[in-house]
């Protein structure tokens, strides 16, 4: 109490209220010097570890009484009538008041502004798991309206016939190719080997024909596209490498000139 | 004067005195100095000490102690039994809200040498306060500073309507018979 008076005294009062003020905490003063006094006569007591919490709750209880029959009996007074002192302390207090309801607000906002946050983001959030529900729950629809076909059996069905008409289609191709080059591209005479064979020593070679030529081509294309080229021997009739690498049927290999393969068609 | 007494002096004007009692002086003094940092309208005073009793030839010189915090290291009982043996020296009337005990270094658990029951025993025999706090991290060692200013204000009697007493029956932990 004295302290907070003295803080008063400092500003621009009338002299008469500074006196009164002045006179006040010197009995206050006055007051506690006796009660002092009267403390240290009553002289020290320690405490006992054995029993300290008996003790100590003992005396706690005690001091505790003291202050609530203390409490019962104040009256409320007041520090002085004098106005202008009144009026001085008021300030002060509604100082006081305004700068802690100013923190509480500025904290009371920025927590709002967390909340909001957390909000919007919790509201996207919950869009987003909407929106994959919604196009779960069509997938599911649609793969159970597809479950309706007793589909599976008759796929099968329909995908073997159709892999039978592409057989027999090719076997057809095949054979109309066939017959097409041993028409048109027919191996040359034996006769004219038998000649060549009795006027310079050269060795009789059985030559394919060019259906088979192809057929290796193709053949070799298809199973090993990464390895296409073929080694031209001596049972390929020449003539019929250079027709078919003219019409631009079979490619020769870029480097070695006893390797070729056909022309990627279906590429 | 071999016992200390809470009501010995007149109190100083506009100040209160903060009494570190305990056998680390590099933590006493960081402590301190984190206290005398706080921002504050009273002037503070602090007066460090390994033990109790205090010389008595400056006894003169010392103002009136209104908070009386007992540091315990939990890394070395020997901080704990030179507290135990201060306590001895302690009047029984400062135990009405006017002591504290302040356990340091808990922040290491492996490095623990006192069980916290036996520390916390002593807390509750000497009905008052413990405080636990780790004053190598900056942050608790700011927020314990801050926490023991406080306190020094209603020790020291800045906030009128509560008293010391009433205060540390308000610090009364829930699991407390």
Redesign the interface.
Same mark, same amino acid.
Not at chain 2, 87 to 93: I, K, N, P, R
């Given at each position: 109490m004295a302290e907070y008076l003295s803080e008063t005294t400092n500003k621009a009062d009338p002299v008469a209220a500074k006196e009164e003020l002045l006179e006040e905490c010197e009995r206050i003063w006055k007051q506690m010097e006796e009660c002092q006094s009267k403390l240290m006569l009553l002289g020290a007591e320690t405490v006992a570890p054995s029993d300290a919490k008996l003790y100590l709750l003992m005396l706690q209880w005690k001091a505790l009484t003291v202050d609530f029959n203390q409490w019962q009996t104040r009256n409320p007074e007041l520090i002085s009538t004098n106005p202008d002192v009144l009026l001085e302390l008021g300030k002060e207090e509604l100082q006081k008041v305004k700068n802690d309801l100013e923190t509480m607000l500025s904290t009371v906002q920025s927590k709002n502004k967390h909340l909001e946050e957390d909000l919007k983001r919790e509201q996207q959030w919950y869009e987003e798991q909407k929106q994959m529900l919604e196009t779960l729950n069509k997938i599911e629809e649609e793969v159970n309206t597809q479950d309706e076909h007793p589909s599976t059996k008759r796929e099968l069905n329909e995908l073997e016939t159709k892999v039978l008409k592409l057989k027999t289609f090719r076997k057809e191709l095949l054979t109309a190719l066939g017959g097409f080059l041993d028409e048109y591209f027919p191996l040359p005479e034996r006769s004219e080997n038998i000649k060549k064979k009795n006027s310079s020593a050269e060795p009789v070679v059985e030559l394919i024909t060019l259906q088979e030529i192809l057929e290796m081509l193709i053949n070799t294309l298809m199973a090993t596209p990464h390895e296409p080229y073929i080694t031209i021997n001596e049972s390929f009739w020449p003539p019929y490498i250079e027709l078919l690498l003219r019409c631009g049927m079979a490619l020769r290999h870029p480097e070695d000139p006893n390797r070729m393969r056909l022309q990627a068609f279906h590429k | 004067m071999?016992?200390l007494?809470p009501?010995?002096? #007149?109190p100083t #004007?506009?100040s209160g005195t903060l009494l570190l009692v305990g056998p680390d002086e590099a933590l006493r003094q960081q402590l301190a100095e984190t206290i005398l940092q706080e921002k504050r309208d /009273?002037n503070i005073s602090i007066h460090l000490a390994t033990s109790l009793p205090l010389p008595s030839e400056r006894d003169h010189l010392r103002p009136r102690i209104d908070l009386i915090v007992f540091m315990i290291d939990i890394k070395s009982k020997y901080s704990l039994k030179k507290v135990?043996c201060s306590?001895?020296?302690?009047?029984?009337?400062f /135990? #009405?809200g006017k002591v504290c005990f302040l356990v340091t270094g808990v922040g290491k658990v492996n490095a623990c040498s006192i069980e916290m029951n036996a520390v916390c025993k002593l807390g509750?025999?000497?009905?008052s306060p413990m405080l636990f706090c780790e004053l190598e991290l900056e942050d608790t060692r700011v927020a314990t500073a801050q926490r023991l200013v406080r306190m020094l204000r209603i020790c020291a009697g800045?906030i009128?309507g509560v008293?010391a007493?009433?205060f540390v029956?308000l610090m009364r932990k829930s699991d407390d018979n």
């Open positions: - | 071999a016992v007494r009501f010995d002096k #007149l #004007l506009n /009273f135990e306590l001895a020296h302690v009047d029984a009337s /135990f #009405l509750e025999a000497y009905c800045h009128p008293s007493l009433s029956s």
